[in-house]
C-alpha cells in the first residue's frame, strides 16, 4: 500500500481523530484521482470538510464539484424512485431496495455523498415481469430484447431498463445471489425478516439489519471477489456504526455459515474493521473464524479493493473466470462453457430466441461479441496502473479460499 492509499484509508476511517497529513499538492491531487476511480469523492469531500484538513485549493475545489454533482444526480434518483414506487404500490407489488438507493438515505449523512450507479430492486419472483411491465408504462426500455422465461431459468435479474428521459437504470432482481454461485440461501426468509422503512418520502421494505450486512458482505466478496472498489466497504462502515446498538453479531455469524457465505463475510468484515474502524466486536472474530484462515486474504483483499473499478471493468469476464480455475482441465472447461455457452445462456445474455437461428449461428453471435469486447476492454485497460496479470492472480487465490 502506498502513501496517497495510506492517507486515503486515513481519512475515511471512523476515528479520524485530527490526523496529521503530510501530503504534497501532487499527492493530494493524485487523493482525489484515486477518490474520483472508486466512485468516493463525494464523500471523501464531506470527510476533509468535517476535519480540519489543509487541503490544497485546487484538490478541494474538484472534489466540492463531485459532490455538488453528484448530489444533483441523487436528487434526479430520488424523485425517479418515488414515481417507480408509488406505481409499483399501486400495483401492489412489495419491493425492497438494494444498496445505493438504500444506503445513502439510511447510513449517509447527505444525500450526496453515496454515489449510486443504478437502482436495484428486490421484488417477488411471481411479479417481477408484473414490475418489469409498470417500469415500461412510465418510460423505461429494456437494454436488449427481454427473454423472460430465459432470464427466469438462470439468471437472479431480468435484463436492465434505461429511462428514454431521465437516464436512469433499473435492474429487478428476484433473488440477492446469482444462481452459479454455491449458498444455501431461501429468499422468501429475507421477506420474512424485512422492516419497514421510508426512502425518498415513499414507505418501502428493506432487509434487515444483519441481511443486509450479509448482503453487502457477499457483494464484496463472492460477487466481486473484492474487484468492486472501496465504495461497498465504506457503506459496509457506515452501516456497522449507525446500526452498532441492533446489530446481532452471533446471527450474523451463524447465519453465513447457513448460507456458505462465511469465508467471504470475514474476510469483508475483517478489512472493514481493520482499515476502517468499523463497530465489529473482536468476539465476532474470535468465535466465527473459517478453518483455514490467514490474513493474507485480508491483504489481498485490500489490495483487489485499491483496483480501480474502471480498470477491474477493462479485464475481459472471460478471462478472470479462466484465470481463475485451477490446472488446464478446468480451465480448459472454462474456456469451452464461453465459447459454446447454452441455448439458455444465449437468450438470456443477448436477447435471441432459443429456437430463432441454428446453433452455429448463435456461437457467431457470440465469438464476434467476444472479439469486440476484448478490443474495447484492451483499449480501457491501457490505461490501468496494475498489471492484469497481478489482479487475476489475486483473484485466483481469494477465489480458490473463498470455495476451498
Not at 56 to 82: H, V
Not at 276 to 301: L, M, Q, S, T
Request: net charge positive; proline share 5%; with cysteine.
Amino acid at each position: 500500500m502506498n502513501k496517497v492509499q495510506r492517507s486515503l484509508l486515513d481519512i475515511l476511517c471512523l476515528t479520524q481523530d485530527e490526523i496529521n497529513l503530510e501530503l504534497s499538492a501532487s499527492e493530494w491531487q493524485a487523493i482525489y484521482q484515486l477518490a474520483k476511480g472508486q466512485h468516493i469523492a463525494p464523500f471523501l469531500y464531506s470527510r476533509l470538510k468535517s476535519g480540519s484538513y489543509q487541503v490544497p485549493d485546487k484538490a478541494l475545489a474538484a472534489l466540492k464539484t463531485s459532490f455538488l454533482q453528484n448530489t444533483g444526480r441523487n436528487l434526479g434518483m430520488m424523485m425517479a424512485f418515488q414515481q417507480l414506487s408509488e406505481r409499483v404500490e399501486m400495483q401492489k407489488i412489495p419491493m425492497i431496495p438494494l444498496k445505493g438507493i438504500f444506503l445513502a438515505n439510511a447510513v449517509y449523512q447527505n444525500v450526496g455523498e453515496r454515489v449510486i450507479g443504478d437502482l436495484d430492486l428486490l421484488v417477488p419472483k411471481t411479479q417481477i415481469v408484473q414490475a418489469f411491465e409498470v417500469a415500461e408504462q412510465i418510460g423505461y426500455e429494456a437494454t436488449r430484447q427481454p427473454v423472460v422465461e430465459e432470464w427466469l431459468a438462470s439468471k437472479h435479474q431480468l435484463c436492465p431498463q434505461v429511462h428514454h428521459q431521465n437516464g436512469v437504470t433499473l435492474e429487478w432482481h428476484w433473488h440477492v445471489f446469482p444462481p452459479s454461485q454455491n449458498h444455501r440461501l431461501s429468499i422468501h426468509e429475507l421477506w420474512e425478516r424485512a422492516e419497514s422503512i421510508v426512502v425518498s418520502n415513499q414507505p418501502v421494505l428493506a432487509l434487515s439489519p444483519e441481511d443486509t450486512v450479509l448482503h453487502l458482505t457477499n457483494h464484496i466478496s463472492y460477487h466481486h471477489h473484492f474487484l468492486f472498489g472501496l465504495r461497498n466497504l465504506i457503506d459496509l462502515m457506515l452501516f456497522c456504526q449507525k446500526f452498532e446498538a441492533a446489530l446481532d453479531w452471533d446471527c450474523i455469524g451463524s447465519r453465513a455459515k447457513r448460507w456458505q457465505i462465511d469465508k467471504g463475510g470475514f474476510v469483508a468484515l475483517r478489512i472493514a474493521k481493520r482499515f476502517f474502524e468499523a463497530p465489529i466486536p473482536e468476539a465476532f472474530f474470535a468465535k466465527f473464524e473459517p478453518e483455514g484462515f490467514d490474513n493474507i486474504h485480508v491483504e489481498r483483499g485490500i489490495e483487489q479493493l485499491f483496483v480501480l473499478p474502471a480498470h477491474a471493468r477493462a479485464i475481459p469476464m472471460t478471462l478472470q473466470k479462466v484465470q481463475s480455475e485451477t490446472g488446464p482441465i478446468n480451465q480448459g472447461r472454462e474456456l469451452y462453457r464461453a465459447l459454446f455457452p447454452t441455448p439458455t445462456w444465449m437468450a438470456a445474455r443477448y436477447g435471441i430466441e432459443p429456437d430463432s437461428m441454428p446453433r452455429w449461428q448463435m456461437f457467431l453471435h457470440r465469438w464476434r461479441s467476444l472479439a469486440r469486447q476484448a478490443l474495447m476492454k484492451m483499449s480501457e485497460g491501457r490505461e490501468g496502473k496494475t498489471a492484469v496479470s497481478t489482479i487475476l492472480a489475486r483473484r485466483k487465490k481469494l477465489k480458490q479460499w473463498l470455495q476451498g
